[in-house]
T-cell receptor, first 114, second 112 residues
Framework: DAGVIQSPRHEVTEMGQEVTLRCKPI?????LFWYRQTMMRGLELLIY????????DSGMPEDRFSAKMPNASFSTLKIQPSEPRDSAVYFC????????????FGPGTRLTVL | GDSVTQMEGPVTLSEEAFLTINCTYT??????LFWYVQYPGEGLQLLLK?????DKGSNKGFEATYRKETTSFHLEKGSVQVSDSAVYFC???????????FGQGTTLQVKP
């Protein structure tokens, strides 16, 4: 199994531009999570999906952030317009539904907004 | 609400030293508890877990015991190696959704 796949691995963009991060979960997993990691705020859960349906988006910082999961094998996190304070590493993780199940993390996308 | 508190880092040890990273939690119900590890430039990966009181999770020489009476899940290793240098996260999930609540992470640096 290839694990959770994220693209791009690195993204450098200018303030005001739209950024789209992509995630392919592990096949068969029905829960998907988007996290953001910064030195200042640590690891934050932004949103998560069960069976492609958003369950909790209370961690999404602003309306500039949106996430979709059109099918079981693909999810996007979009920032429009981007700002320098959005610079962070964004992780996607997937798991089988259920509180005891391990989350498998992707390698992350390092976003730099200039 | 539910929360996890870890000891402040960084923790710096010499190779073969004994490691303890403290973790305490607050949760309603009966959470499952996890330790995740993040090596430089990588995503998090599960190190060990425990799903009920008095369970001991273990992996790669690391151990942690689910202590309900003290609401703790301290991570221990008897003899650390340079390759153990990483950031360690304690986490819990208290619902069937699988949503994890993480501690702030503890950086471990092991020197030869």
């Amino acid at each position: 199994d290839a694990g959770v796949i994220q693209s791009p691995r690195h993204e450098v963009t200018e303030m005001g531009q739209e950024v789209t991060l992509r995630c392919k979960p592990i096949s068969g997993h029905n829960s998907l999570f988007w996290y953001r990691q910064t030195m200042m705020r640590g690891l934050e859960l932004l949103i998560y999906f069960n069976n492609n349906v958003p369950i909790d988006d209370s961690g999404m910082p602003e309306d500039r952030f949106s996430a979709k999961m059109p099918n079981a094998s693909f999810s996007t996190l979009k920032i429009q317009p981007s700002e320098p304070r959005d610079s962070a590493v964004y992780f996607c993780a997937s798991s089988l539904a259920g509180g005891q199940n391990e989350q498998f993390f992707g390698p992350g996308t390092r976003l730099t907004v200039l | 609400g539910d929360s996890v508190t870890q000891m402040e880092g960084p923790v710096t040890l010499s190779e073969e030293a004994f490691l303890t990273i403290n973790c305490t939690y607050t949760a309603t119900g009966y959470p499952s508890l996890f330790w995740y590890v993040q090596y430089p430039g990588e995503g998090l990966q599960l190190l060990l877990k425990a799903t009920k009181a008095d369970d001991k999770g273990s992996n790669k020489g690391f151990e942690a015991t689910y202590r309900k009476e003290t609401t703790s899940f301290h991570l221990e290793k008897g003899s650390v190696q340079v390759s153990d240098s990483a950031v360690y996260f304690c986490a819990l999930t208290a619902s069937n959704t699988g949503k994890l609540i993480f501690g702030q992470g503890t950086t471990l640096q092991v020197k030869p």
